[in-house]
């Protein structure tokens, strides 16, 4: 399920770190709408996997130091997700939510409105797409000073994102798809390396153009629940062209 929600801003500026202040929103939302469910994907286990993504758009913005300066006062929040009851969920939170302002640094955000927005269905077995939020292409070992960033014009970084494209398939998917994900193929048609605040940590991400080949449904996957890592984090969202 796809939804595009529109978030007005009660003064200009927005903390730079803007992935973190949306994770927060959508724990609010969760957890006021429903505390089993946000245990379930927050609590019960630790770094749980999650199959949705989302991305900001800011329109005519200015990036200053520590801040995000937008003059027209509003955000777009896009949000995807690959499974049928976390897009529900979300939108009855965020109707649950509607009219209780969310307070975020020096600002205070509140839900204008929210929108269901159509999903291409895929048949063919090729798509090209671009990012809404950047990709991230990471290998991680289990300890922060242990983790590594590729760009994905970089033979590891292409590497490193299809051995978290495979992480992911195999445990949506299972062992069955290990045959289909060899046919996996993706083509850097343009990228650019960008520098995204993560919880004080700034992470080398990539805004793209791919080309990719794969089984319907993977791809199907791919397009609904994000691509790389930190999807649920803000990261990897993408739209067909």
């Not at 777009?76 to 997700?81: G, H, Y």
């Not at 979300?90 to 159509?118: Q, V, W």
């Not at 070992?141 to 051995?163: F, P």
């Not at 700034?202 to 890592?229: F, H, M, Q, R, T």
């Amino acid at each position: 399920m796809r939804f595009s929600v529109e978030l007005e801003l009660e003064n200009e500026l927005f903390p730079k770190d803007k992935n973190r202040v949306i994770l927060s929103f959508l724990k609010r939302n969760f957890s006021n709408y429903d505390m089993d469910f946000y245990k379930r994907m927050y609590e019960d286990e630790v770094n749980k996997p999650k199959d949705y993504c989302f991305a900001l758009y800011m329109g005519r913005c200015e990036f200053l130091r520590d801040e995000i300066k937008i003059p027209d006062k509003k955000v777009i929040l896009n949000f995807s997700s690959y499974n049928l009851e976390d897009g529900v969920y979300f939108y009855n939170s965020i109707l649950e939510n509607k009219k209780d302002p969310f307070k975020i640094k020096n600002n205070t955000m509140k839900i204008s409105g929210i929108r269901m927005i159509k999903e291409q269905v895929i048949k063919e077995e090729s798509i090209i797409v671009k990012t809404l939020s950047p990709i991230v292409a990471r290998k991680h070992t289990g300890d922060n000073k242990e983790t590594w960033y590729y760009s994905l014009e970089e033979k590891n970084g292409k590497e490193q994102l299809n051995y978290n494209i495979k992480e992911n398939l195999l445990r949506v998917f299972g062992k069955e798809v290990e045959y289909d994900f060899k046919d996996l193929e993706i083509n850097i048609l343009k990228n650019k390396i960008v520098k995204v605040k993560n919880y004080n940590i700034v992470i080398p991400s990539n805004i793209a153009i791919l080309e990719i080949k794969a089984k319907p449904y993977i791809l199907d996957y791919l397009y609904k629940a994000g691509l790389g890592s930190k999807k649920s984090q803000g990261f990897g969202m993408l739209d067909i062209i």
